[in-house]
């Protein structure tokens, strides 16, 4: 079975641009999670989609954007790039992620190679 | 106070010891906690997860959770050059990751 892809792999963009990041989850994955890393800050969590809809959101600006399409493929949109914005993202794709019922969430999320980006 | 915590290391350890790695956390309601692995330049890869109180062993790795006093920890018996990476835990109920151990082993 395939494992999660995202494209690009590498981009470099100036201040003030936008950039879109593509993720495609492992088949029959429905749930997609986004983080950003840095050395400073670590793993931060972005926002997590199942079914088109955003489920969870990470406490970021909302110039960071994202959604995901009826075949569990998901974008993330960065607007007017700052020089923080450097950072590896990573997209996760897991089973549909169980919740409610007192019982915890044990769904493994596979991480794809995530995109490289750097901002001038 | 961060929500996930753990020292960013580095934890230097001889071939063949056994690493000890640590991590708290603040929401005492959390409940499923995942140790990632994450060698340089690459994406985080599970090891294992856990839920109850206790120990889980997965072959060299034993995780352990306290929740009276919110601490997971990974135990790497045998430790290899190889196991040399950095160590994420994650609260997997609120996607919440710590910054990560790193472990250096030597020959």
């Known amino acids: 079975k395939a494992g999660v892809t995202q494209t690009p792999r590498y981009l470099i963009k100036t201040r003030g641009q936008q950039v879109t990041l593509s993720c495609s989850p492992i088949?029959?994955?429905?749930?997609v999670s986004w983080y950003q890393q840095t050395p400073g800050q670590g793993l931060q969590f972005l926002f997590e989609y199942f079914s088109e809809t955003q489920r969870n959101k990470g406490n970021f600006p909302g110039r960071f954007s994202g959604r995901q399409f009826s075949n569990s493929r998901s974008e993330m949109n960065v607007s007017t790039l700052e020089l923080g914005d450097s950072a590896l993202y990573l997209c996760a794709s897991s089973l549909p992620r169980t919740s409610g019922g007192g019982l915890p969430s044990t769904d493994t999320q596979y991480f794809g190679p995530g995109t490289r980006l750097t901002v001038l | 106070q961060k929500e996930v915590e753990q020292n960013s290391g580095p934890l230097s350890v001889p071939e063949g010891a056994i690493a000890s790695l640590n991590c708290t956390y603040s929401?005492?309601?959390?409940?499923?906690f995942f140790w990632y692995r994450q060698y340089s330049g690459k994406s985080p890869e599970l090891i294992m997860f856990?839920?109850?109180?206790g120990d889980k062993e997965d072959g060299r790795f034993t995780a352990q959770l306290n929740k009276a006093s919110q601490y997971v920890s990974l135990l790497i018996r045998d430790s290899q050059p190889s196991d040399s990476a950095t160590y994420l835990c994650?609260?997997?109920?609120?996607?919440?990751f710590g910054t990560g151990t790193r472990l250096q082993v030597f020959p």
């Open positions: 929401d005492r309601g959390s409940q499923s």
């Open positions: 856990i839920y109850s109180n």
């Open positions: 088949s029959g994955h429905r749930s």
């Open positions: 994650a609260v997997t109920d609120k996607l919440i």
